[in-house]
């Protein structure tokens, strides 16, 4: 039997009333791959991961994370996502800890106690991320770059093997960004599947694999620098409509 790709986007269209986000987008990744998500603002970046995570439902077509529909994926803890920040209510009254905890969730019963376990899985993930000192500070204490850092614990906490980005290096500082960098390359390392979305076209070629260019629907998907390329970016960004 053939394994099924880490990450299935078939055919998928999204609108927001007459707004067309998403226009049958088709998209495989396989497994141990880091995968830049590229495009201007307004491209679907955002609505192809709330799509991936079930965030936002499709008007037509369907997405498979290691062959399951993403709510048997979520429930079987595969599914990591981080936001965007402003998707965050950083005002809420929970530490660190806790928000890393949250990703143990499946794991535990319905009492949601933590065991053993749960304990060391998270203090492995904030070990991990750096945030050990930080463990105890209420999450909207924290720098963005330490918040983002939060939430790439709390899927290593779940055990996710599929993680969703967006953003993740935007209002970060250097300290955070390297971290987070090294962190992705182990994850990656050790077989997760990791979709990026992000502006830094910069710095794409040294931390991905695969790039995916997006205007609404996929201009290019493959290495880098196949996608990184004048005529491509100049469709994505809005100076020309695509074909």
């Given at each position: 039997?053939?394994?099924?790709?880490?990450?299935?986007?078939?055919?998928?269209?999204?609108?927001?009333?007459?707004?067309?986000a998403l226009d049958n987008v088709t998209v495989e990744i396989g497994r141990g791959v880091v995968c830049g998500l590229l495009g201007a603002n307004g491209?679907?970046?955002?609505?192809?991961?709330?799509?991936?995570?079930?965030?936002?439902?499709?008007?037509?077509?369907?997405?498979?994370?290691?062959?399951?529909?993403?709510?048997?994926?979520?429930?079987?803890g595969l599914l990591g996502y981080v936001p965007q920040s402003e998707q965050v209510d950083w005002a809420f009254p929970v530490r660190v800890i806790d928000v890393v905890m949250m990703g143990r969730y499946g794991h535990m019963g319905l009492t949601r106690r933590p065991r053993k376990s749960d304990r060391d899985a998270v203090a492995e993930a904030l070990e991990r991320t750096g945030l050990t000192d930080l463990a105890?500070?209420?999450?909207?204490?924290?720098?963005?770059?330490?918040?983002?850092?939060?939430?790439?614990?709390?899927?290593?906490?779940?055990?996710?093997?599929?993680?969703?980005?967006?953003?993740?290096?935007?209002?970060?500082?250097?300290?955070?960004?390297?971290?987070?960098?090294?962190?992705?390359?182990?994850?990656?390392?050790?077989?997760?599947?990791?979709?990026?979305?992000?502006?830094?076209?910069?710095?794409?070629?040294?931390?991905?694999?695969?790039?995916?260019?997006?205007?609404?629907?996929?201009l290019a998907h493959g290495s880098p620098d196949r996608v990184l390329v004048p005529e491509l970016m100049l469709r994505a960004f809005g100076l020309e409509e695509p074909a």
């Open positions: 039997m053939t394994t099924p790709p880490a990450l299935e986007v078939r055919e998928v269209t999204v609108r927001y009333g007459d707004v067309l491209s679907g970046k955002s609505t192809l991961l709330k799509t991936i995570a079930e965030l936002v439902t499709p008007q037509s077509g369907h997405v498979r994370i290691h062959g399951l529909p993403p709510a048997q994926a979520r429930k079987n105890h500070r209420q999450i909207g204490a924290l720098s963005g770059g330490q918040r983002k850092r939060a939430f790439i614990a709390r899927g290593i906490a779940q055990g996710a093997t599929v993680f969703l980005l967006d953003e993740p290096f935007a209002g970060v500082d250097k300290p955070s960004e390297r971290t987070i960098v090294r962190v992705l390359r182990e994850m990656r390392d050790e077989g997760a599947t990791l979709l990026v979305s992000t502006h830094d076209l910069a710095g794409v070629g040294e931390l991905c694999d695969e790039a995916i260019l997006l205007h609404r629907r996929v």
